[in-house]
C-alpha cells in the first residue's frame, strides 16, 4: 500500500529519490566492459545526484567525461583495478574510494560542495533540456515551447 501511494505521490523515479535520501553518500562505479565505459550512460549518476545526496563518481570512459565536463568533486580512481580512461592525464581524482570516503565523512563543506555540484549536474538533464537536445541534434530550429512541468 505504502509502495502504490508513492507511486500516485510522485512515480517510480520518487521511490528512489526518497530510498536515496536514507543514505550519507552514493557509490557509482562505472560497468565493467569496455562498450559501456566508452558509450554508456551517465544516468545513474545523475538520477542519484537529483536526490541531493553526495555521489562518488569512479572517473572512468563516460564518466569521466561528465566529472570532467561539470568540475566535479567528488570523482575517484579505483587503483585495485588500474581502471583509467584511455589517454587520461588528469591526475586532480582522490585515488581510491577508501580516501575519498574518509574526505566525505569528516569534511561538511566536501559534502555540501559535492551536493550542489550534483544538483547542478542533474538540472542539465532534466526531461525538457533533454528533449531540447535531442530535437536540435534531429535538426530542429524552430522554437521550443517550455511547458514541461518536471522542471
Known amino acids: 500500500k505504502i509502495y502504490q501511494q508513492t507511486l500516485e ?3 517510480r523515479g520518487y521511490v528512489y529519490h526518497k530510498l536515496f535520501r536514507y543514505f550519507d553518500a552514493l557509490v557509482v562505479y562505472i ?6 565505459q566508452k558509450y554508456g550512460s551517465v544516468q545513474r549518476i545523475v538520477n542519484q545526484m537529483h536526490s541531493g545526496v553526495p555521489v562518488l563518481v569512479e572517473a572512468v570512459g563516460i564518466f ?3 566529472v570532467r565536463q561539470y568540475h566535479y568533486s567528488c570523482a575517484f580512481v ?4 588500474r581502471r583509467r580512461a584511455h589517454g587520461s592525464t588528469n591526475n586532480a581524482y582522490y585515488p581510491n574510494l577508501t580516501h575519498l570516503l574518509a574526505r566525505v565523512r569528516d569534511d561538511y ?6 551536493r550542489q555540484e ?4 542533474a538540472r542539465h538533464y532534466t526531461p525538457s533540456v533533454i528533449g531540447k537536445a535531442t530535437l536540435r541534434a534531429a535538426g530542429y530550429t524552430g522554437e521550443i515551447e517550455d511547458r514541461c512541468e518536471w522542471d
Not at 563543506?109 to 559535492?114: D, F, K, N, P
Open 9 to 11: 505521490l510522485g512515480g
Open 31 to 36: 560497468k565493467g566492459w569496455d562498450p559501456k
Open 64 to 66: 569521466e567525461s561528465l
Open 78 to 81: 579505483d587503483p585495485r583495478t
Open 109 to 114: 563543506g566536501l559534502r555540501q560542495t559535492c
Open 118 to 121: 550534483g544538483l547542478q549536474i
